[in-house]
């Protein structure tokens, strides 16, 4: 005899029933907010979907129909209730599919596949979502101390799990929880004056099916933080010895070796903004003897490479180290699942010698 298991939480059971273990029978005369059977009633299964037939207007069906309609429609309360719009597609087909199940239907229609298991356990990982969630969004996100990072990267990983892409309703929900997750960063960037992070993020989280514009930046906050920069200052002083030794100008573009252009930035905004960034550089020098810059730095916005802690390590600001490097890493995920979009980056500017 073959062990019947529960088709919502997969619990084994050896009650009558053909679906549900009693427990989640009982669950679910809650959930759906239907007042329990009287003790009279025998098989309190078949009358659950007996009810549900009825409340979708639906009279002499088969035992076999009032079964998969029970079925769509838990499933269909189970989506409604984590209230993520990238489900309403999903949503309306399994309507229809409702709607198609009639006395009269031949056939028991499933114009999108699902396991009630599967269902149920979206619906535990978007209550699961929305706990965590609201605990961040009241973060005071100016004073993250090194307990609150660790909780941040064990509690939010689950919703970065790229097997769940397989599935069309699993990947409207994981989808769902990474924009939303997203948009967290976002304020929380704004917050903690990571005010270039943000924009750059926020262009990236474009409406889905839509593809965001490139960006140019040319605004004096953002271009100031850069020429304030040590690594700038650095790669400046470094090219002056290279390349204008003895020279009235010179010029480093995209001829010039790779470790003359790559720039990376060590510290706050412009770590997370920009990440493997390339600048080109014009100089010539003034009546003054002095040098005079003409700066573009072009970037494309992405994630592409999952990174390890040490490629950012930095011992005077581990914190800044595990969120950048788990923000990367979880970026990675989400441009797969689309929820970050690629797109580039050209920062515009000029400065001269003694300005950095």
């Not at 950012?312 to 441009?335: K, M, Q, W």
Request: charge should be neutral; glycine fraction near 4%; proline fraction near 2%.
């Amino acid at each position: 005899m073959n062990e019947k298991r529960c088709i919502l939480c997969n619990k084994p059971y050896d009650y009558k029933y053909a679906m549900f273990g009693r427990g989640c029978l009982d669950n679910l005369y809650g959930l759906l907010e239907f007042s329990k059977p009287p003790r009279i009633v025998w098989n309190k299964e078949l009358y659950l979907c007996t009810i549900i037939a009825w409340k979708n207007h639906k009279f002499f069906l088969s035992k076999r129909k009032k079964y998969a309609l029970t079925q769509k429609y838990i499933a269909l309360n189970y989506l409604n209730r984590m209230n993520y719009n990238f489900l309403d597609d999903i949503k309306n087909k399994i309507k229809n599919d409702i709607n198609n199940i009639s006395v009269f239907s031949k056939n028991i229609v499933d114009t999108i596949s699902f396991t009630l298991n599967g269902i149920y356990k979206l619906f535990n990982y978007a209550q699961k979502f929305d706990e965590l969630i609201k605990e961040f969004q009241n973060i005071n996100w100016e004073e993250v101390d090194e307990k609150i990072a660790e909780n941040f990267i064990k509690s939010m990983s689950f919703i970065f799990d790229v097997t769940k892409k397989s599935n069309p309703i699993s990947y409207a929900v994981f989808y769902s929880m990474q924009y939303t997750f997203w948009q967290v960063v976002v304020v929380g960037g704004i917050l903690t004056n990571k005010k270039l992070s943000a924009r750059l993020l926020t262009n990236s989280l474009s409406i889905f099916g839509k593809e965001p514009s490139d960006m140019i930046i040319e605004d004096n906050e953002t271009i100031q933080s850069i020429i304030d920069s040590e690594a700038f200052k650095d790669r400046m002083k470094k090219l002056i010895k290279i390349y204008g030794e003895g020279k009235d100008e010179f010029i480093v573009n995209e001829n010039a070796p790779k470790e003359d252009v790559l720039m990376r930035f060590e510290k706050s905004d412009l770590l997370y903004a920009l990440h493997d960034a390339t600048m080109f550089v014009k100089a010539k020098k003034d009546k003054e003897e002095k040098w005079n810059f003409e700066i573009e730095i072009v970037d494309t916005y992405d994630f592409t490479d999952f990174k390890d802690l040490k490629e950012y390590a930095d011992s005077e600001d581990i914190i800044t180290d595990i969120l950048s490097t788990t923000l990367n890493n979880f970026g990675v995920v989400s441009s797969e699942y689309g929820v970050i979009k690629t797109y580039n980056i050209k920062i515009k500017f000029n400065t001269k010698e003694g300005e950095f």
